[in-house]
């Protein structure tokens, strides 16, 4: 038992130094800046669409792997959509964030399972023991909304579901349902974003940038998004 408990913990510390690794790597060679400065996307905009011209099927198995990868080390959601739709466009570029995001997400729970329920149930439990009973009515559809609904951020919304020992294809199958709304916004406004990047040399104002139909339409998707998720909030999270 003790020498279980002595694996667990040297895994969860090497998971910890990888993920430290990665972002030492990462912010090493950019800045926050450069990474969203329009002159640093602009520079590599005709790269990526050229690689994905000429080896669809390799950048696409790259982008998930990656995106897999990036969930695993608690990277959130926003620059994974954006950058789906930037590069794909947002009908193949949801398919493949959503695909993405879902087995890292499922990945990431089972890890965190494994190494962390322990921890993660004595931060979190006595704050979310409200939704037990929900979760144990019916696992799945509780899920489904919980991924709906969103407004807690990525990382943590994946390990959260330790503390009810969510069945790993409720979570798999909830994420990659309930998620799907969201990220096809976030994909569209990707794909208007490198519309207006391919037809402009220099960043347009913000409010010349919302008159694109391409950036507005999904914005208005959005804000559809987060009122219904409200309503749905106030009738499943009530105590």
């Known amino acids: 038992m003790k020498k279980d408990k002595k694996i667990k913990i040297y895994l969860g510390l090497s ?5 430290i690794l990665f972002l030492w790597f990462i912010f090493s060679k950019f800045t926050l800046d450069e990474l969203a400065s329009y002159e640093f996307i602009k520079r590599y905009t005709d790269y990526l669409i050229s690689a ?7 950048i696409s198995f790259i982008f ?5 990868i990036w969930v695993l080390l608690l990277g959130f959601g926003s620059p994974i959509f954006l950058l789906g739709g930037f590069i794909f466009g ?3 570029g949801t398919i493949l964030v959503v695909l993405g995001l879902s087995i890292g997400s499922t990945l990431l729970y089972i890890l965190a399972s494994y190494f962390f329920s322990d921890l993660i149930k004595e931060k979190f439990l006595k704050k979310y023991i409200i ?3 929900k979760f144990e009515q019916n696992e799945f559809l509780f899920f489904l909304i919980y991924r709906f ?4 951020p990525f990382g943590l919304s994946n390990i959260l579901p330790t503390l009810f020992n969510v069945k790993i294809k409720n979570f798999f199958f909830g994420s990659l349902i309930g998620m799907t ?3 096809f916004i976030g994909t569209s406004i990707g794909a208007g974003i490198e519309k207006i990047i391919e037809s402009n040399e220099d960043l347009p104002n913000f409010l010349t940038f919302l008159t694109y139909k391409d950036i507005y339409i999904p914005i208005i998707g959005f804000i559809t998004l987060v009122i219904l ?7 499943y999270y009530k105590n």
């Open 15 to 19: 998971y910890l130094l990888i993920v």
């Open 52 to 58: 994905k011209e000429s080896s669809f099927f390799i």
């Open 64 to 68: 998930v792997i990656a995106t897999i």
């Open 90 to 92: 947002k009908w193949i």
């Open 131 to 133: 939704y037990k009973e």
């Open 149 to 152: 609904i969103g407004g807690i």
């Open 181 to 183: 709304p969201q990220l």
């Open 229 to 235: 998720s409200y309503f749905l909030k106030k009738k």
